[in-house]
């Protein structure tokens, strides 16, 4: 039997040659996303007459923290972001177990209009949320929940999309695990989460993520329902540290407080990409 010889001379560098275009190639698609963070990092220490510069400046020449401290000190950032650590981790909470529930309802039990009920719930991702807004504000503000956690709460405890994914994972779950541990004794809900969580773990990583981004970043729902400063999420405090730089054109300060703001959904990818990234290749290849 003949052995493979490996290439040589021209063959080897054609290969090196395509390997290292493809790299280039790779390198510039990243550079491209990654782009404006890296301009905002560097936004975030520049003085304000650096910031205004013509050209720009690359680097900051005198790279400085005040804009930093200006920014934690101009408006409530510290309970900003406690309010938003408070929302989009209830939120998050609420449409992991929430979806969980329910995607383990649509793909295990079988109960007549099933189907149906699963179908309007995938319709409701298709519904634009700003078709919503006033009769949930006026659902919200008649339960009297307005200005409150719950009044922002109340619209994220389920999401149709958490409850598709959840589903389809679950789809793939055998049936006969589920009946031993049925047999074994285990109540629903110690199946659902001893036995099929674990297995669907990217697919929960991943709704989480996403879930916890968008609660994160959420601007339009909080300003309708919220209406005491004290209350506001970090997104509407950075509104309104723009206004209040606005005048002193210093808008280096609105910069640094975007970057600060940013930090916890960049841990969070951090913490969770390797998972995250599985969950999101696995449900690219399902039917």
Request: net charge positive; aromatic share 12%; proline share 7%.
């Amino acid at each position: 039997m003949s052995r493979r010889r490996p290439a040589h001379g021209p063959a080897r560098t054609r290969t090196r040659a395509q390997r290292g275009l493809l790299y280039a190639l790779l390198a510039l698609v990243a550079i491209v996303p990654l782009f404006p963070l890296y301009w905002l990092v560097i936004s975030a220490f520049k003085t304000p007459k650096e910031f205004v510069t013509i050209p720009p400046t690359w680097f900051p020449t005198s790279a400085t923290l005040d804009p930093v401290t200006t920014a934690l000190t101009a408006v409530p950032f510290a309970q900003s972001m406690l309010n938003s650590v408070i929302i989009a981790g209830g939120a998050t909470i609420a449409v992991v177990i929430t979806s969980t529930m329910a995607g383990y309802v649509f793909a295990k039990y079988h109960f007549r209009g099933k189907d149906l009920v699963f179908w309007g719930v995938v319709a409701m991702m298709f519904l634009p949320p700003i078709v919503t807004l006033v009769p949930l504000y006026y659902l919200v503000s008649s339960m009297g929940l307005a200005d409150s956690y719950l009044g922002v709460l109340l619209p994220w405890l389920a999401n149709p999309f958490g409850i598709f994914l959840m589903r389809q994972f679950m789809m793939d779950v055998p049936d006969e695990l589920i009946d031993a541990a049925r047999l074994d004794g285990a109540g629903e809900l110690r199946v659902v989460w001893q036995f099929v969580v674990p297995l669907i773990k990217p697919a929960v990583v991943t709704l989480a993520v996403f879930m916890f981004v968008f609660a994160w970043n959420n601007f339009l729902w909080p300003l309708t329902i919220l209406r005491s400063e004290a209350m506001y999420p970090i997104v509407l405090t950075l509104n309104r540290l723009m206004s209040y730089t606005m005048s002193f054109q210093y808008q280096n300060v609105v910069l640094a407080g975007a970057l600060i703001a940013s930090i916890p959904t960049i841990i969070v990818f951090l913490l969770s990409q390797r998972v995250f990234v599985q969950g999101i290749a696995s449900s690219g290849v399902k039917g």
